[in-house]
C-alpha cells in the first residue's frame, strides 16, 4: 500500500509558467514533508521541506503548500526554468518507524 | 564539508556473482539508509543503519544485507545476483531518521 502517491508520472511546462507537482499521503501520522529533485546518474538532493505546523513555506522560487485536511501538499515553482527539468520527488515521515516514504516521483518537462 | 561518497559509481556484474557497495556519509551523520531505484519506480527503501545497527529493513529478499562500521561507513551486500538487480543504488546519511536526507550520486549497477 503506497502511502505517499505522486499521481503524475510526467508534466510538461512551459518556460516562464507555474509548475505545480502534486503529492497526497493516506497516513495522518505524518508530520513531516520534503520535496527532492533528481537529475538523471546523480542523487536526489534536497529542495524544501514542511512541517505540518506550517501549512506553507517558501524558498525562492520555491513554494510548498500543505493541506492537512485533504493530506494533500504541492510544490510550485515560479517562474520555472530549464534547468527544473528533473524528477521531483516527495517523502513524508513521522509515524512511528519514523523513516521517510517516498512517492514514486513526477518528471518535470521545462519546455523552452 | 564533504557530501555522500558512495563507491564505485558504475558496476557490471554477472548473475550469480555477489556485489558490495560502499557509502561514507557526511561526517557526523549516523544515519545511513539504502535504496534502489530502478526505472519508473520511486525510491525503494532498502535497510537503515544507525550507530551499527539495523534499525529499519525494507521488502528485499534476504540476498540483500548491510552493516555499518563504527566510523558511521556503510556497506550493502547483494548475493546472487539477479538480472532483476540492475538498478541504481543509493546512500542517504542524515543526523536521524526522519530528518533531511543528502544522497550520494549511486552507484549504477548492471546485471548481464
Known amino acids: 500500500d503506497q502511502q505517499v502517491k505522486q499521481n503524475s508520472p510526467s508534466l510538461s511546462v512551459q518556460e516562464g509558467r507555474i509548475s505545480i507537482l502534486n503529492c497526497d499521503y493516506t497516513?495522518?501520522?505524518?508530520?513531516?514533508f520534503l520535496w527532492y529533485k533528481k537529475y538523471p546518474a546523480e542523487g536526489p538532493t534536497f529542495l524544501i521541506s514542511?512541517?505540518?505546523i506550517k501549512d506553507k513555506n517558501e524558498d525562492g522560487r520555491f513554494t510548498v503548500f500543505l493541506n492537512k485536511s485533504a493530506k494533500h501538499l504541492s510544490l510550485h515553482i515560479v517562474p520555472s526554468q530549464p534547468g527544473d527539468s528533473a524528477v521531483y520527488f516527495c517523502?513524508?515521515?513521522?509515524?512511528?518507524?519514523?523513516?521517510?516514504?517516498w512517492g514514486a516521483g513526477t518528471k518535470l518537462i521545462i519546455k523552452p | 564539508k564533504a557530501g555522500v561518497t558512495q563507491t564505485p559509481r558504475y558496476l557490471i556484474k554477472t548473475r550469480g556473482q555477489q556485489v558490495t557497495l560502499s557509502c561514507s556519509p557526511i561526517?557526523?551523520?549516523?544515519?545511513v539508509s539504502w535504496y534502489q531505484q530502478t526505472p519508473g519506480q520511486g525510491l525503494q527503501f532498502l535497510f537503515e543503519?544507525?550507530?551499527?545497527?539495523?534499525?529499519n529493513k525494507g521488502n528485499f529478499p534476504g540476498r540483500f544485507s548491510g552493516r555499518q562500521f563504527s566510523n558511521s561507513r556503510s556497506e550493502m551486500n547483494v548475493s546472487t545476483l539477479e538480472l532483476g538487480d540492475s538498478a541504481l543504488y543509493l546512500c542517504?546519511?542524515?543526523?536521524?531518521?526522519?530528518?533531511?536526507?543528502?544522497f550520494g550520486q549511486g552507484t549504477r549497477l548492471t546485471v548481464v
Open positions: 542517504a546519511s542524515s543526523v536521524d531518521r526522519g530528518t533531511e536526507a543528502f
Open positions: 561526517s557526523g551523520h549516523r544515519s
Open positions: 543503519y544507525f550507530s551499527e545497527t539495523q534499525r
Open positions: 497516513n495522518s501520522m505524518f508530520d513531516y
Open positions: 514542511i512541517s505540518s
Open positions: 517523502a513524508a515521515s513521522g509515524d512511528s518507524n519514523y523513516q521517510l516514504i
